[in-house]
């Protein structure tokens, strides 16, 4: 109700409304909408004003009384009486500053970047606030500006956003006291970036066996999407389009290191890279010198082997004799063996091992020449009288040494070289042994008797050298039953009466040192 007495009222009472543009509007007097609050007869020009409506009664209200007759001047106009009526806004929407429409999709942004962002409200008085929140922050900072013509507020505000607000949602939330229901406008968070990729921590160094199947994924964050390439550490060069590594049936060649990028409209990820170990056995690449090797005796020899292998193989040189034994020789890249002896011919092969499998190279044969040298030991040898005999020397040379047996008599001095024979003495021509250069040098004795216990000496010589070697013969006669049956009854005896008398040299310290356990005992 808008109150306006007059005291001694003469004219009419009447009614205006100002308009935004100044204008004074007269207002009727309707049922039910404009009424009389009093009586108009006696002064109260009051008027009520019945279902309130902010478009048409917001505003400025004059009361005024006409005069009393046209030649009157006894007209009154009051001072203006503001009317608001209280009303909540009609409506709330989003948009952006450059846009003339509303913002109908989520809000697009790039990170590291300021988003601008209108939220226009319309209608409502008093004015209402506006609050702004990302997710469930609400956010300071915001304009407000006021259009009267077209009854609308609009907050403005710049909002940073990072990545980490992707699908967050704003809302501009309506504040004002004639809301029933609460009034906001949203939109959701849209934010681009570069993309960021990542490898796993098990997959950032791969250990493969050769012929097996890798696969490293790499995970790429980004908005929108990004397109992923893995390409090699070493040239750059791009190995596929696809988030996946794959090396199927992997060879030593591809090993090494791998790098992950993705990118999309925003930008380019930094790399992440794998390294990829690949193993495999090991094989000989080459055994320096090869083949057929001759050495001279006394000198020395070297063996190289250079093998490939992950993990770095072991190496192991083995001889293999003209015995068939195996004998390992040494355990480093190079063999040196120092003044070479005939036991040291034979194949040498290396073998490189490590713990996916071994290999063995091809076989290096080692022939010795040099002068010659006994190899057996029978410096001393007993034979029967009345037997035939023989005498074996095992020697080595190369050339083949010649030999010449020299036996001594007691008129004369009887030298046999190989194949030859004189009385009851002849030599064989060389066996060869086992070992390679070396031979078995063979004198065969008839008849032994007394008088064939002496020294027989074996000359050997070649172009290198020469060797003598002497074996002295003791001969003796054959032991007859009886002397061998008495001898063994004698021993046996022997053994039984020392055992007797250690048995009872035992008893006897036994009892003493149990004598003195007894004697203090007697003494307390």
Sequence with gaps: MLACRINNKGGDCRWEKKKENGVSVPVGIYAGKYEWAGRTEVGDCSLRILEADFDYDNGRWICQV?????????????????????????????????????????????????????????????????????????????????????????????????????????????????????????????????????????????????????????????????????????????????????????????????????????????????????????????????????????????????????PIPSYSWMQQTATGQAVTRGHAKVLTINKLDYSDQGEYSCQVTNEISSSKSEVVLLNIQGPPRITSQNKHVFLLEGSDATIQVEFCGSPVPKQTWNIESVENKLALVAGTSHDKYRVEKERRSETNNCFISVLHIQNIDHLDSKDYTLKLENEHGEEIHKAHVTIGEELSKETLIGSVVGVAATFLMVLCLAICWCRKCCRAEKQLKQDPERNL
């Design 66 to 310: 006409t005069a009393s007759g046209f030649r009157d001047t006894d007209t009154l106009i009051s001072k203006e009486a503001v009317l608001s009526v209280r009303a909540p806004p009609r409506s709330v929407i989003l948009k952006k500053p450059e846009d003339l429409s509303q913002l109908e999709a989520p809000l697009t942004g790039k990170a590291g970047q300021d988003i601008a962002l209108q939220c226009i409200v319309e209608g409502g008085n008093p004015l209402p606030k506006m609050h702004w929140f990302i997710g469930g922050t609400e956010i300071e900072g915001s304009l407000e500006s006021e259009n009267q013509e077209e009854q609308t507020v609009t907050s403005t505000i710049s909002i940073p956003v990072k990545k980490e607000d992707q699908d967050k949602i704003v809302r501009c939330v309506v504040e004002h006291e004639a809301l029933q229901v609460e009034m906001e406008a949203a939109t959701e968070l849209d934010i681009q970036f570069a993309p960021e990729v990542k490898i796993g921590a098990e997959e950032t160094s791969v250990s493969i066996i050769e012929g097996s199947t890798v696969n490293v994924t790499c995970i790429a964050t980004a908005n929108p999407a990004a397109t992923t390439m893995w390409k090699e550490g070493s040239t750059g060069r791009i190995i596929s389009y696809n988030s996946i590594l794959s090396l199927p049936n992997i060879s030593r060649q591809q090993a090494g290191s791998y790098v992950c990028q993705a990118n999309n409209i925003v930008g380019s990820s930094e790399n992440a890279g794998t390294i990829i170990e690949v193993k495999y056995g090991p094989s000989v690449l080459s055994v320096e010198p090869q083949g057929k090797i001759e050495k001279l005796y006394n000198s020395d020899l070297k063996l190289t082997c250079q093998a490939a292998g992950n």
